[in-house]
Structures are given as C-alpha cells and as structure tokens.
T-cell receptor, first 114, second 111 residues
Framework: DAGVTQSPTHLIKTRGQQVTLRCSPI?????VSWYQQVLGQGPQFIFQYYEKEERGRGNFPDRFSARQFPNYSSELNVNALLLGDSALYLC?????????????FGEGSRLTVL | AQRVTQPEKLLSVFKGAPVELKCNYS??????LFWYVQYSRQRLQLLLRHISRESIKGFTADLNKGETSFHLKKPFAQEEDSAMYYCALKKGGTSYGKLTFGQGTILTVHP
C-alpha cells in the first residue's frame, strides 16, 4: 500500500483563483482529515469527513470546503485565494473515526499564492 | 479553546545525553495527548499516545494533569532521533481526526 496519496504535490496560484486538492486514503480507511500547515507552525485542523459526512470543521472561512466520495477519497477546495493561504495542506486518514488514535498522513500539497 | 504549547523551537543534545521535549496544554476537559514525529524526508507519523503508556523507540511521555504537561523523554538520545516533534491534543468527546497541534520542536542529536 502506498499510504495516503495527495495531488498535486506543488502548485502555484494567484490571488482570487480557486484550487482543488485531492487525497486518497489508505485502503480500508473511511475517515479523512485535512490540515493546513503554515511555515514554522504545526498543522491546523480544517475538516474531517467520515463515511462521506462532515464530522468536524476547524476555524476556517467559508472559502474552504471539502467533500468525500463513495470511494472515501476526498477533495479540499479553496476559493478566492489569499496570500495567507500559502501553506502545506496535509491529508490524514484513519480507520473508523480513528479510535486507535493514529492518523496516517500524506506528504502534502504545497500551495503558493502569488 | 484548547491550546498546545511547545516552548522550544530548537533543541540540541549530544548522542547518549538525556533529552526532554516539553509540551504544555490548556484544556478544561479530559484530553488525550499524542506525540507525532517527522523524520527528514518522511511523513508525519504517530510516535506515542498517553493512553497506551508504551515506550516507543525508547521514548516515554507521562500526562501530568496537575501541571497540564505531556513532556517527551528519552534517557539516551541517538542520532536517528533527530527530527521534528509535534505534541497534539484531542478534546474529550471529539473525533480522533480532529487534533490540535503545537508548533513543533526540532531535535538535533549531535554525534
């Protein structure tokens, strides 16, 4: 198993544009969480989806949205990009809702907003 | 709101020396605490959680509710311990997918 896979790995956008990031969880994992990691900071929780339903939302504006598909993959969308959205976006999957306490992270998508 | 603080951004020790990475938290309920680690060119991964009370790679961490701390300790550091370490908290009653992370501590173990 390749683990959690994310695409694209790097992308550059300009202010006002929209971006879609994709995540494929580990096979058998039904929960996907998204985190934003700004340079020099720890990951910050954005969303969690389990069985295609939103199970948690962090303190992010409505410009951020996400969804989970029947195959448990997920997309994170960010509209009207701001310079401050430049960050590494991490996806993490877990069995169930993570009762083992372990999240499995992808390598991330690095977004640069110019 | 809950908060996790790792007061040291950088920590350097020599091989064989004891190491302690500090983590303090603020949360009024019953938290679960974790340490995640990211080695060079690898993904962020779970090191240990306080509930399991395990020793992983020689590291231990005890939850001190009185001092609201969850410091990570190892008696004899090894060069392969050099990595970025994050302390993370899960609020009681919430999903394990929703963690609050500290800012991280870069540990460098010199030969």
């Amino acid at each position: 198993d390749a683990g959690v896979t994310q695409s694209p790995t790097h992308l550059i956008k300009t202010r006002g544009q929209q971006v879609t990031l994709r995540c494929s969880p580990i096979s058998g994992h039904k929960s996907v969480s998204w985190y934003q990691q700004v340079l020099g900071q720890g990951p910050q929780f954005i969303f969690q989806y389990y069985e295609k339903e939103e199970r948690g939302r962090g303190n992010f504006p409505d410009r951020f949205s996400a969804r989970q598909f029947p195959n448990y993959s997920s997309e994170l969308n960010v509209n009207a990009l701001l310079l401050g959205d430049s960050a590494l976006y991490l996806c993490a999957s877990s069995e169930g809702q993570g009762e083992t306490g372990e999240l499995f992270f992808g390598e991330g998508s690095r977004l640069t907003v110019l | 709101a809950q908060r996790v603080t790792q007061p040291e951004k950088l920590l350097s020790v020599f091989k064989g020396a004891p190491v302690e990475l500090k983590c303090n938290y603020s949360y009024s309920g019953s938290p679960e605490l974790f340490w995640y680690v990211q080695y060079s060119r690898q993904r962020l991964q779970l090191l240990l959680r306080h509930i399991s009370r395990e020793s992983i790679k020689g590291f231990t961490a005890d939850l001190n509710k009185g001092e609201t701390s969850f410091h990570l300790k190892k008696p004899f550091a090894q060069e392969e311990d050099s990595a970025m370490y994050y302390c993370a908290l899960k609020k009681g009653g919430t999903s394990y997918g929703k963690l609050t992370f500290g800012q991280g501590t870069i540990l460098t173990v010199h030969p």
